[in-house]
């Protein structure tokens, strides 16, 4: 299963990727909305996983842009719903530090719903 994550932060990431890959998932990371872009134009994800605020933009449009194409995803992020857009302020938010036991149920969840 493609899990797409787009994390600015390098160490995060790797975290992430190590993680995913542990429990026989595909990670791919993106540090940028086009890089992020790039990759889902080779292959749609299973799920995403969604820094809010990367260096100097955010995940909202991408969000959107996964939402209208039924991919599941979640924001990674140090903020609340309140930081989000209107139109996104129903969307999962896996807080950091990031618990994987609660990363691992959104997927699992996603995966049942589909």
């Known amino acids: 299963m493609k899990i797409l994550i787009v ?19 595909d990670p791919v ?20 996983f969604l820094d809010m605020h990367l260096r100097t933009d955010t ?20 903020n609340d719903a309140s930081a989000l857009p209107e139109d996104l302020r129903t969307s999962k938010i896996l807080t950091k530090p ?5 990363l691992i149920k959104m997927i699992a969840g996603a995966e049942k719903s589909s």
């Open 7 to 25: 994390e600015d932060d390098p160490t995060i990431a790797m975290d992430l990727e190590d993680e995913l890959s542990d429990r026989g998932y």
């Open 29 to 48: 990371s993106a540090a940028t909305v086009p890089d992020a872009r790039k990759l889902l134009e080779r292959q749609a994800p299973s799920f995403a």
């Open 59 to 78: 995940s909202f449009d991408l969000a959107r842009e996964l939402r209208e194409q039924g991919v599941p995803f979640a924001f990674v992020s140090g």
């Open 98 to 102: 990031i618990n994987y036991d609660d």
